[in-house]
């Protein structure tokens, strides 16, 4: 209303300045343009079919479609009447103000002083930027930026097009509103809650923000709930705004059966970056490892934090932390329920072609029964990489170096330092075949002290290894058309020649445990994930690929293949499928015949196929109104040390979009080896969602497959108002 105030004092002032000593005139349909020094530096524009002036009553009429400028504000109304005795401004019919970040305000009448501060509005409406809508009988303004309002009713959900009187979703009804445009409050007395025109709560007081604040200092929604130990809960978040940008949020966790917890989160963004930080912190009862209650009391909390930093257009850095007192705080409280924190500091460069990074890594351990002593932390883990410009059809070189410092409290430590320098040398002939020939010469330096290898005796000192490497890559793909598919088959081989007996035992494996051979790391130079163990010796690759592409998009996929050493150590775990010459064989089928349907199936298997070592197969199709997918996975033989050792474990999902409002979804994992109860892991959740509300209805349950711990149920029940907040209740 202060936009509608400006506006049309301006008018009257305007219409003032063209009254004379004449009788009453009448105008045929006119624009023109004025000033007022009063109320707006601004130029008035005034568009009427009539302006009249009548000097008996002191009056000036601005009559049919009256449209008023004044900047981005605009005013429109049937009539218009300036009463110079009353010093009051009149406009009847079809009443509305638009101005830019602002409510547009209708009325069927509104009745001003001549300053705006005050006045009257009947039918009084108010159209938020966000489609929110405001209704009153009356409205009554007062010093020029509170609006009282009387039987009023709030929604910011659509009404319904086939029945616009039919009541929303949701609305609030008061007798009594007052909008303060200055503090962007809107008050209710005597309010209830509708939903579908039917009262389902009242209160005798409510306030929120109006729809044009974005966010600002203030209590939210409080959350209730049960959470396994901690009892009922109740959590009350207050949110600070402590600048345009940065916030922070304090939130008290009150328990049934625990002390109060206090958590906090920070955020923050500067030029080139952002800051995240949350945490919280208790004094509760000592527990031990495996979460028991002992004698006395402690501080317990955790802090996890994220920085992201440009430094330039070259370099950048960041933060992740993470911090716990203890193994079992985390899942006590709902924070966290993985087995691992990591936390890594990091800077990298990037120049052109090259890469450079550097990075500070520590591993926290959650699992019971390990100890946090023999977890190893790496200060520094520093990497360089660079791609050279291809010379003519020669090929180009590549550089990569790095070097590693891991340490632990207990156990060995190494340093390492790597290097690996070659040329790429690609080659396509016309008869339509591609050989690509790698050269590489690799060096690693270790400074080692404490390594304890089964059988040896401890080792400390300096020890290195220089080899090169040679790989040659030939493929030939063979198509043809055969109507609207093209059939491609590609046989693949690769000599892969590197010197023997280069891994010892002098060297800590601390990079190279889990080797996953498979349709991927077949062809790979070194099939050991890191550097610590070489895959050396001479080898040949070789496999096949046989696709159909439909020309529509659809395809269908098979690839098999093998490798056979023709010498090389033998320091192969039996369950990697490399111990003998000749490998397991290994293999992929992609089938997916468009959008609605894929199928891949990967597996690794003896070379006579009498036993599958690995298998995954995952399938998901449907449509929007009905998608599904399940994965099976055999980690039977994996490798002992694995973190994924020992797992046949099948995943069923689905979901469903049944209306664009309406949506359902559900998963569930089972672990087919162990006893435990079984799914080990299920989600079932069932959402309504539309432009003002959020009804979201879920069920979890969850047992850890480490620890075997107690089995978490959970249901949880989220509706979201929007402007009213969140109401979260769990069990």
Not at 192 to 216: K, Q
Not at 219 to 239: A, Q
Not at 297 to 326: C, K, M, P, Q, T
Not at 553 to 575: C, L, M, T
Request: some cysteine; aromatic content about 10%; hydrophobic content about 35%.
């Amino acid at each position: 209303m202060r936009g509608l105030g400006g506006t049309i004092a301006a008018l009257g002032a305007a219409l003032l300045l063209g009254a004379g000593p004449a009788a009453a005139q009448t105008a045929p349909p006119m624009r023109t343009t004025v000033g007022d020094a009063a109320a707006d530096r601004r130029p008035v524009v005034i568009n009427a079919n009539q302006l009249v002036y009548d000097r008996e009553r002191a009056t000036v009429t601005a009559r049919g479609n009256v449209v008023i400028f004044q900047g981005d504000r605009v005013v429109l109304a049937d009539e218009v009447v300036f009463d110079q005795r009353a010093n009051r401004v009149t406009a009847t019919g079809n009443v509305t103000l638009t101005e830019p970040g602002a409510p547009a305000v209708f009325a069927s009448r509104a009745e001003l002083s001549r300053d705006m501060k005050d006045g009257v509005m009947d039918q009084f409406r108010m159209l938020f930027p966000d489609d929110s809508k405001l209704a009153a009988n009356g409205a009554i303004r007062v010093d020029g930026r509170r609006n009282e309002m009387s039987r009023v009713v709030f929604s910011p959900c659509r009404l319904c097009p086939e029945d616009p009187k039919r009541a929303p979703l949701w609305q609030l009804r008061a007798r009594r509103v007052v909008h303060d445009q200055e503090k962007q409050d809107i008050t209710y007395t005597n309010a209830a809650l509708e939903v579908y025109g039917v009262p389902v709560l009242w209160t005798p007081y409510l306030s929120h923000p109006d729809p044009t604040v974005r966010r600002r200092t203030g209590f939210l929604t409080p959350t209730y709930g049960s959470e396994g130990r901690l009892g009922t809960t109740v959590r009350i978040p207050y949110f600070i705004v402590i600048d345009k940008d940065k916030d922070a949020t304090i939130t008290p966790l009150i328990t049934t059966r625990q002390r109060v917890a206090l958590f906090g989160e920070y955020r923050m963004r500067f030029p080139g970056g952002a800051l995240i930080t949350d945490g919280s912190i208790t004094y509760v009862r000592r527990t031990d490892e495996l979460d028991n209650q002992q004698s006395g009391n402690e501080w317990r909390g955790h802090l996890f934090g994220r920085l992201r930093y440009d430094i330039n257009s070259n370099w950048r850095a960041g933060l992740d932390a993470a911090y716990v007192s203890d193994k079992t705080y985390l899942k006590r409280y709902n924070v966290y329920t993985g087995d691992t924190l990591i936390s890594t500091a990091f800077t990298e460069g990037f120049y052109d072609r090259d890469y450079i990074r550097g990075r500070l890594i520590h591993f926290r351990t959650l699992r019971q029964g390990e100890s946090q002593d023999r977890i190893p932390y790496v200060l520094p883990l520093a990497e360089y990489s660079a791609v050279g410009a291809p010379v003519g059809q020669w090929g180009r070189w590549h550089f990569d170096a790095s070097f590693a410092a891991l340490g632990r409290e207990e156990g060995p430590e190494s340093r390492r330092f790597s290097v690996r320098a070659g040329w790429r040398l690609p080659y396509t002939d016309p008869a339509g075949w591609q050989l690509t020939v790698d050269a590489n010469l690799n060096a690693d330096l270790y400074w080692i002290t404490g390594n304890e290898a089964g059988g040896f005796p401890t080792f400390s000192g300096t020890i290195g290894r220089i080899y090169p490497q040679v790989k040659a890559d030939w493929r030939y793909p063979f198509a043809r058309d055969l109507g609207n598919v093209r059939h491609v088959i590609e046989p693949r081989v690769a000599l892969v020649a590197t010197p023997p007996n280069l891994n010892t035992w002098r060297i800590p494996n601390e990079d190279s445990l889990d080797l996953e051979l498979d349709d991927v790391s077949l062809f790979a130079d070194n099939r050991y994930p890191g550097r610590d163990r070489i895959d050396d010796g001479v080898r040949i690759v070789y496999g096949i690929n046989n696709a159909l592409l439909a020309n529509r998009g659809g395809k269908a996929e098979f690839f098999i293949g093998q490798s056979y050493r023709f010498f090389g150590e033998d320091n192969f775990v039996d369950s990697t499928g490399l111990r003998t010459d000749l490998s397991d064989v290994v293999g992929r089928v992609r089938i997916s015949p468009g959008n609605y349907f894929s199928l891949t199936y990967r597996f690794r298997a003896k070379t006579d196929f009498s036993r599958f070592r690995r298998q995954e197969i995952t399938a998901s199709g449907g449509i929007p109104a009905l998608r599904a997918a399940v994965t099976y996975t055999d980690l039977t033989d994996q490798i002992g040390n694995s973190e994924f050792a020992r797992r046949r474990q099948i995943h069923i999902s689905a979901s469903s979009q049944i209306t664009p409002n309406w949506s359902i979804l559900g998963s569930a994992s089972f672990d087919l080896i162990s006893n435990r109860p079984q799914p080990y892991q299920m989600t079932v959740q069932g959402q309504y969602q539309d432009e003002c509300c959020t009804i979201r209805v879920g069920y979890s349950r969850s047992i850890d497959l480490f620890t075997d711990t107690q089995r978490t149920d959970r249901i949880l029940v989220t509706i979201v108002l929007k402007y009213l907040g969140e109401v979260r209740a769990s069990r």
